[in-house]
Nanobody, 126 residues
Framework: QVDLVESGGGLVQAGNSLSLSCTSSGRTLGRYHMGWFRQAPGKEREFVASSNRIGGNVYRTTYSDFAKGRFAISRHNAENTVMLEMHSPTLEDTGVYYC????????????????WGQGTQVTVAS
């Protein structure tokens, strides 16, 4: 069965904001290091942002350089949801965005994902 499910993708005009959601019916996301990755056609999957669990309900956020100042990852544990807010998107942000969960921290050089979502397509139009 599907562990992680993304939603919120679609066609968006450059400059407009959109939000992606990640939920799970089989796992409590607050217990996991969580992250977002993306993949453009012909490119390798790349890290976008992470919310790593330090302990309890305390988390540390990390962003790739292209995401800093534009994207925001957030947790809503009561709703078992992890969000990715995308502000001022450009054509270069087009790709399939994947939610990820892991027992190990996630980041630019930490790609050891235990569970992947199916991905949601984000297409930015000029």
């Amino acid at each position: 069965q599907v562990d992680l499910v993304e939603s919120g993708g679609g066609l968006v005009q450059a400059g407009n904001s959109l939000s992606l959601s990640c939920t799970s019916s089989g796992r409590t996301l607050g217990r996991y290091h969580m992250g977002w990755f993306r993949q453009a056609p012909g490119k390798e999957r790349e890290f976008v942002a992470s919310s790593n669990r330090i302990g309890g309900n305390v988390y540390r956020t990390t962003y790739s350089d292209f995401a800093k100042g534009r994207f925001a990852i957030s947790r809503h544990n009561a709703e078992n949801t992890v969000m990715l807010e995308m502000h001022s998107p450009t054509l270069e942000d087009t790709g399939v965005y994947y939610c990820a969960a892991s027992s190990s921290p996630l980041g630019e050089a930490l790609p050891d994902v235990d569970y992947w979502g199916q991905g949601t397509q984000v297409t930015v139009a000029s």
